[in-house]
């Protein structure tokens, strides 16, 4: 018997309506240890007229899928993903065709979720558990007789072959999903060696400086509601049964501890001379969502600690890319760049929402816009919630380092001869430690009341 998916009926509705006769989309929910859930069905949105006016599934003489343009779906399926709050992924993956290329669709299908996982995935900073399922999704339609085959991959498994499994329709599927909230303040320092960087060395700088974080991050205390909770509780413990369905609401807290003084561990650095940094800080508002079938404690520290972990690393790659999109120097000695703020907005018909980042110079109707493109629904403005970070807006400082676009590779090379100081020498236990290339400061951690809690390892 293989993995039971248990699916929101507005998904097929939404699917039913999809009238192409070759649509490839992205399934989006929650995975457990007993079961799947899927809420929401996304289609892959066409390419506008600069990116050659071409459908995502593009087929000569309508009897082949091997046009079928991957590179365009995993994008898609990258882009969805940050709009996602913790709890919520990207599952799985749909394709609807004719009757006529029905065989060659599970090919397709099992091209598509392992391209897709792999996308989604590069980028990662928190890392995977023994507890997390590797299992993904593949739905195939007929468009002429709506026939539905469901089967799974192991991602995790290059030669995974499909496994037929179950999947049901049912309504309510979210209605009671609790939500866990937590704002988190930032304090992070990314040295930089040289004064004239390339944007390639930048994104080296911090993506290391953010694995350092995402560590902390992880490996933090998570408080719920105020109080440390074993793992193995049941996060919804008490409730009837029969109660009424409600969304319940949860505040985290996430510590980070300081370093023992009386620990035997010791930790190595390498010394360099730092010409100049990148100071990441700012406040940022993390949300998460959890099935309602028997939630655990530790699955709610999970899925929120993981949504930290997303949404300052979106934000931090998309600072990365607007700077390899310039053509000129982007930054130069004292330049500071205000992130984008974390918006929210309401899923049709659910209690879930999901969010977008908006930039200092959009408007909610971009967000309203972007919204409709990538997940192919109509959001009111006057429903997209801003409130939620507002003062202090994320920003990353540059100091004394200037971002050129067309310097050359080499010159960025350290040449000088090594002296004594900058070989990697065991750092003493009673003074902090700074490590040319990652994050100096660790994460502030607060309660969505915005009192703040910092703790900083020696």
Known sequence: MGRGYIVEDVVEKYLSNLCASCVTGLLIGQSSSQRDFVVLAVRT???????????????????????????????????????????????????VTPPELSKEAQNTLRRLIFAVDKHISKGRLWSLTEEDVTEKVTLHICSKTRKVVCRTFDVRDPKSSAKPADWKYQSGVCTSWPVLTCSVGLDLVFPVLELHVLPQDMEKCMKEGLQTWAKQIEDGLCLINGKTMPGEVELLAGQKKNAKAVQQTFQAQILIPMADPQS???????????????????????????????????????????????????????????????????????????????????????????????????????????????????????????????????TIDLKNMVVQKNLKAESTVDARPKTPSEEPTEAPKSHKTYYAGVAMAVAVAVLATGTSLLYLSD
């Open 264 to 394: 035997e561990q010791r930790s190595t650095a390498s010394v360099k001379v730092c010409s100049g940094s990148l100071t990441l800080t700012g406040m940022v508002h993390c949300r998460a969502y959890l099935h309602s079938n028997k939630p655990r404690a530790k699955h709610a520290t999970e899925v929120i600690k993981r949504d930290v972990i997303n949404t300052v690393s979106s934000r931090v790659e998309m600072f990365l890319e607007d700077i390899l999109m310039e053509g000129e120097d982007k930054g130069s000695v004292g330049v500071q760049q205000v992130l984008p703020r974390r918006v929210f907005a309401p899923v049709p018909g659910m209690s879930l929402c999901v969010c977008d980042y908006m930039f200092p110079d959009e408007s909610v109707s971009d967000v309203s816009d972007r919204l409709k493109e990538m997940l192919d629904w109509e959001t009111p403005e006057d429903s997209i919630d801003t409130s939620q970070e507002t003062v202090p807006a994320p």
């Open 45 to 95: 949105p066409q390419k506008d007229a600069a990116g050659q006016g071409s459908p995502s599934v593009s087929r000569r003489a309508g009897n082949s899928l091997d046009h079928l343009d991957v590179e365009w779906v995993t994008e898609h399926a990258r882009q969805v993903s940050r709009m996602l709050p913790g709890g919520l992924s990207v599952i799985g993956v749909f394709l």
